[in-house]
């Protein structure tokens, strides 16, 4: 699958990830997930011996037991414990692939790219560190069966609004509008003359509706396959800053979420060829500059890891 390399990628609420090893498919990839001693591991989602799913096996010892003949894997990728073998111990060719993880603001992040002495840190919106934001009951999960860029680029959109949105946040919009956009390195930050919103994307994906200094909307866009695509929807808000009622302000924010999205939905799983790149063929216009500047940001980085 076509991603841009070294970059940090959110691949999954860290809820999902409880005491047992997790599979799941991502980047076109069959990765497993386990917990132990605080940290999180990523390992390919295949037993180097005779490919079965690591993921149906247990954690022992800290590593991963496949469940077929109980060789075990570190967070590092190396065979620990190879039972057919006994004492003589485990081959140096036994290993599996492992990816960096980080578990930050809720999420489990991989490292997509080479393993290095030391990684950048979790890009983040610093805002949102600040005391008194609420989003835990806001969650909403979805898979879409299109790539993870027509999700993406739907998010930078300001011109669909009065169209695909015209019930509900589009109602009464002026369809003529001019948009802007500002970047530096990985964020793009993007808005509307017609709208008091702005949008910013830390590519490669993970994006935010600045709806003033109290109410943001988070997405991220998770590449399952050429064809799929899971997205994490948080609603942060401190107009409530309390437990309980603030709660209970997220949560209710779910239902117009999820039928905003469902709008969204019907027409982002109509476009075609899927994967969304320039000079493709589709004729962008003036309004599209955040979606080129998303193709180009991902041809540049393309690039220059060829050369
Ligand atoms: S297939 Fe995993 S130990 Fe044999
Ligand atoms: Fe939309």
Not at 102 to 110: K, P, Q
Not at 230 to 252: A, E, I, K, N, S
Not at 268 to 294: C, H, M, Y
């Amino acid at each position: 699958m076509q991603l841009v390399a070294d970059r940090w990628y959110i691949v999954l609420d860290a809820d999902e990830l409880g005491t047992k090893p997790l599979g799941v498919r991502r980047h076109d990839t069959p990765l497993v997930f386990w917990r132990h001693a605080g940290a999180v591991h990523c390992a390919r989602d295949q037993c180097p011996h005779r490919w079965a799913r690591l993921s149906l096996g247990t954690v022992e010892d800290g590593c991963v037991t496949c469940p077929f003949h109980g060789f075990r894997f570190d967070g590092g990728g190396e065979c620990t414990h190879m039972p057919p073998d006994g004492e003589g111990g485990p081959s140096r060719q036994m290993t599996v692939q492992t990816w960096e993880v980080r578990e930050e603001h809720g999420f489990l992040w991989i490292w997509w790219g080479e393993r290095r002495e030391s990684y950048p840190p979790i890009p983040w919106f610093e805002e949102l560190d600040e005391p008194g934001w609420r989003w835990r009951w806001s969650r909403i999960a979805e898979t879409w069966d299109t790539h993870w860029t027509r999700v993406a680029e739907n998010q930078l959109d300001f011109t669909h609004l009065p169209f695909v949105h015209r019930t509900s946040i589009g109602r009464g919009l002026d369809p003529t509008v001019q948009v802007s956009v500002e970047s530096e390195g990985d964020r793009l930050t993007t808005w509307a003359s017609n709208q008091e919103t702005r949008l910013e994307l830390i590519a490669p994906n993970l994006w935010r509706n600045r709806l003033g200094g109290k109410v943001n909307i988070v997405m991220v866009f998770v590449p399952i396959d050429e064809q799929t695509t899971h997205t994490y929807v948080r609603f942060y808000q401190r107009l409530v800053p309390v437990p309980l009622l603030g709660d209970l302000v997220c949560w209710l924010s779910k239902w117009p979420n999820a039928f905003i999205l469902g709008q969204d939905r019907r027409v982002v799983t109509s476009q075609e060829p899927a994967p969304a790149r320039l000079r493709n063929g589709e004729q962008l216009v003036k309004s599209d500059a955040p979606i080129i500047w998303f193709r180009r940001w991902q041809e540049t980085h393309a690039t220059q890891e060829e050369s």
